[in-house]
Protein backbone atom coordinates (compact mmCIF):
# COMPACT_ATOMS: atom_id res chain seq x y z
CA UNK A 1 0.00 0.00 0.00
CA UNK A 2 1.07 3.42 -0.61
CA UNK A 3 0.65 6.71 1.22
CA UNK A 4 -0.71 9.95 -0.37
CA UNK A 5 1.52 12.67 0.96
CA UNK A 6 -0.61 16.23 0.26
CA UNK A 7 0.12 19.86 0.39
CA UNK A 8 3.49 19.88 -0.11
CA UNK A 9 6.19 23.02 -0.71
CA UNK A 10 7.35 22.40 -4.51
CA UNK A 11 10.76 23.24 -3.21
CA UNK A 12 10.40 19.64 -1.69
CA UNK A 13 12.79 16.83 -2.79
CA UNK A 14 12.64 12.96 -2.23
CA UNK A 15 15.46 12.60 -0.26
CA UNK A 16 13.66 15.35 2.09
CA UNK A 17 10.50 13.44 1.91
CA UNK A 18 12.52 10.15 2.39
CA UNK A 19 13.63 11.69 5.85
CA UNK A 20 10.36 12.81 7.00
CA UNK A 21 9.05 9.14 6.74
CA UNK A 22 11.95 7.11 7.95
CA UNK A 23 11.08 8.71 11.21
CA UNK A 24 8.20 6.17 11.64
CA UNK A 25 10.17 2.88 10.09
CA UNK A 26 12.08 1.79 6.53
CA UNK A 27 10.90 3.78 3.51
CA UNK A 28 11.11 1.48 0.60
CA UNK A 29 10.09 4.46 -2.52
CA UNK A 30 8.68 7.99 -2.80
CA UNK A 31 7.41 9.23 -6.03
CA UNK A 32 7.13 12.68 -6.45
CA UNK A 33 5.24 13.39 -9.79
CA UNK A 34 6.22 16.60 -11.94
CA UNK A 35 4.11 18.44 -14.60
CA UNK A 36 4.13 16.86 -17.83
CA UNK A 37 4.86 20.46 -19.60
CA UNK A 38 6.90 22.51 -17.20
CA UNK A 39 8.77 19.33 -14.84
CA UNK A 40 8.14 21.30 -12.06
CA UNK A 41 6.70 19.33 -9.13
CA UNK A 42 3.10 19.21 -8.61
CA UNK A 43 3.09 19.81 -4.62
CA UNK A 44 2.18 15.97 -4.14
CA UNK A 45 4.42 12.51 -3.21
CA UNK A 46 3.32 9.45 -3.08
CA UNK A 47 5.80 7.09 -0.05
CA UNK A 48 5.85 3.54 0.43
CA UNK A 49 7.22 2.22 3.81
CA UNK A 50 7.77 -1.20 3.90
CA UNK A 51 5.50 -2.25 7.08
CA UNK A 52 1.64 -1.23 7.41
CA UNK A 53 2.17 -0.51 10.67
CA UNK A 54 4.77 1.77 9.97
CA UNK A 55 2.37 3.69 6.95
CA UNK A 56 -0.04 3.78 9.75
CA UNK A 57 2.19 5.85 12.33
CA UNK A 58 3.29 7.59 10.06
CA UNK A 59 -0.10 9.14 9.01
CA UNK A 60 -1.03 9.25 12.40
CA UNK A 61 1.65 11.82 13.15
CA UNK A 62 2.35 13.84 9.75
CA UNK A 63 -1.55 14.39 8.87
CA UNK A 64 -1.77 17.95 9.30
CA UNK A 65 1.41 18.70 10.61
CA UNK A 66 3.22 21.53 9.59
CA UNK A 67 6.46 20.63 7.13
CA UNK A 68 8.29 23.55 5.06
CA UNK A 69 5.84 26.04 5.99
CA UNK A 70 2.46 24.02 4.37
CA UNK A 71 0.40 21.64 6.64
CA UNK A 72 0.50 18.15 5.06
CA UNK A 73 -2.15 16.20 4.03
CA UNK A 74 -1.32 12.28 4.56
CA UNK A 75 -3.40 9.24 4.16
CA UNK A 76 -3.71 5.97 2.29
CA UNK A 77 -3.53 6.05 -1.36
CA UNK A 78 -6.41 5.02 -2.83
CA UNK A 79 -6.01 2.82 -6.37
CA UNK A 80 -5.48 4.91 -9.65
CA UNK A 81 -8.79 5.20 -10.97
CA UNK A 82 -9.51 4.47 -15.02
CA UNK A 83 -9.65 6.98 -17.12
CA UNK A 84 -11.48 5.09 -19.53
CA UNK A 85 -10.29 4.20 -23.06
CA UNK A 86 -6.45 4.03 -24.58
CA UNK A 87 -6.24 7.65 -25.60
CA UNK A 88 -6.51 8.54 -29.21
CA UNK A 89 -9.02 5.61 -30.00
CA UNK A 90 -8.92 5.22 -33.77
CA UNK A 91 -10.19 5.62 -37.37
CA UNK A 92 -12.04 2.35 -37.91
CA UNK A 93 -9.20 0.34 -39.62
CA UNK A 94 -8.08 3.02 -41.87
CA UNK A 95 -5.40 2.05 -44.55
CA UNK A 96 -4.19 3.90 -47.53
CA UNK A 97 -4.65 1.29 -49.74
CA UNK A 98 -7.67 2.79 -50.53
CA UNK A 99 -9.79 -0.78 -51.32
CA UNK A 100 -7.22 -2.24 -53.69
Do not use: C, H
Not at 25 to 37: C, F, I, Q
Not at 54 to 69: N, R, S, T
Not at 74 to 83: D, G, L, Q, T, W
Amino acid sequence: MSIYVGNLAFSATQDQITEVFAEYGAVSRVSLPTDRETGRPRGFAFVEMESEADEDKAIEALDGAEWMGRDLKVNKARPRESRGGGGGGGGGGWNNSRGR
